[in-house]
């Protein structure tokens, strides 16, 4: 694939197709071709599994946070949303990991920033024909036109800063996702001006800024709200099989002392303990198989066609190809009991009879998730930490009114909107 420019990037990553419909825009996501190998290649390394362990004490950190604010609620014996708690914990998380900011504190107290990032989130909008009446209504568009311009100053603001510390060598910003995408990009400037290395500069290139921001965006709004969704659902389940639960206690007891209070010094001291937890990424890996957070849609194509197990093939110019893992995940002909949560499933001998792309909870192939190392990296340590102390109990039934319960294959916390849990997951927090 021949090299290019950032001139050429520039012009092609601002155009529509119009022979073919396609769009490119400024995500990542909607981008094609060489211009999404370039830019998805420019923003891999801040997500590698060797740069995330590296941010792993700050993970605890904003974690402990959480557990403090847990602690509270189980004294207090108060119902409370999962969801919303855990939001801005991975708001947090994420805001770390993408510019190692301490400006994204939403896990310590609701700041108006955080209002304004969520809001902006629920009304994102990258790419998709289907559009609820709440994102088309006026109040709605005129409301993002408010918005979207304040989120925008905000995250060019912080960039500023961020680049910065960036120019100086010794910066802990250089581990940061933007810190090694900048140095990716000023890599491969140089490289098309022939020139031996890079000049630092004090303002960022106008062109990059706009990338950077675009995917600052995607990153926060999109992979803030999977994260929690899925971590929502592992405690759910885990209140629900006592069972289960007991054998990741006795696992994280084994692997990090059976002194609950060292746990958070243990995984900060040694992350590559995290990788001798097999039971527990098995009851992550499995919570995400019943209830997928993330999905992907395209643009159909003349020449592009859906082969079913018949051979059979269908067109799919003029629609919205939605690629469903949900789907894929409760389907008898790949999985044995799809409906049962079965962690025993992803043990290293029945692991090997899983079908090759029949887990799709990150999506497959060169186009997964760009974010999905974090999140798992997020989830064992939000996992290993709670699940020690605390049990996550679900209150749907005090809520519901006589007569209105709803379930859906016998889940209250059935998935809805963006695949959340019904209600956010409404709770109390019991303390073991």
């Known amino acids: 694939m021949p090299n290019i420019s950032a001139e050429l990037v520039n012009k092609s990553i601002l155009l529509v197709n119009k022979n073919n419909s396609g769009y490119i825009g400024t995500y990542i996501v909607t981008m094609r071709g060489p211009v999404w190998k370039k830019w998805r290649n420019i923003f891999n390394p801040g997500f590698s599994a060797g740069n995330l362990t590296n941010l792993v004490p700050s993970v605890v950190k904003k974690t402990g946070i959480f557990i403090s604010i847990l602690e509270k609620h189980s004294e207090k014996q108060d119902i409370i949303k999962m969801k919303n708690l855990l939001d801005n914990l991975t708001m947090d998380i994420i805001g770390q990991v993408v510019m190692l900011g301490e400006r994204f504190r939403f896990s310590a ?71 090694l995408a900048l140095k990716a990009y ?26 950077c921001i675009a995917q600052i965006k995607l990153f926060l709004f999109s992979g803030h709200d999977t994260t929690s969704s899925s971590i929502c659902y592992t405690l759910y389940l885990l209140s629900k099989h006592p069972n289960l639960l007991r054998r990741v206690q006795e696992e994280l007891d084994q692997v990090f002392s059976a002194d609950r209070r060292q746990i958070s010094e243990r995984i900060t001291q040694k992350p590559a303990l995290l990788k001798e937890i097999p039971y527990t990424t098995a009851v992550i890996r499995e919570s995400l198989r019943l ?56 043990s290293e001998d029945k692991r090997k009879q899983i079908p090759k792309g029949a887990w799709r909870a990150f999506e497959h192939g060169a186009r997964n998730y760009i974010g999905q190392v974090l999140a798992m990296l997020e989830s064992k340590i939000l996992v290993c930490m709670v699940a020690r102390d605390f049990v996550v109990r679900d209150v749907y039934e005090e809520l519901e009114q006589p007569g209105s319960v709803k379930r859906v294959v016998g889940e209250r916390a059935y998935q809805v909107q963006l695949s959340q849990p019904a209600g956010d997951l409404p709770c109390r927090i019991e303390r073991i």
């Open 109 to 179: 107290s609701i700041q108006s920033n955080s209002q304004r990032y969520k809001k902006a989130s629920s009304l994102a909008i990258f790419r998709g024909r289907a559009k609820s009446f709440h994102q088309i209504s006026p109040t709605s568009t005129i409301y993002t036109l408010v918005l979207w311009p304040k989120v925008d100053k905000h995250i060019s603001g912080e960039l500023q800063k961020h680049i910065e510390a960036h120019n100086q060598s010794d910066s802990p910003t250089n581990k940061s996702v933007v810190g």
């Open 186 to 211: 000023e890599s491969e400037s140089s490289q098309v001006s022939q020139t031996k290395s890079p000049e630092r500069k004090t303002d960022m290139d106008p062109f990059f800024k706009k990338i």
């Open 291 to 346: 209830f997928p957070t993330v999905s992907s849609t395209c643009d159909g194509e003349r020449d592009f066609f859906v082969t079913d197990s018949h051979g059979r093939r269908f067109p799919t110019e003029n629609f919205l190809v939605w690629v469903n893992p949900h789907a894929v995940h409760h389907t008898p002909e790949l999985w044995e009991n799809p409906d049962e949560f079965q962690p025993e499933r992803w």
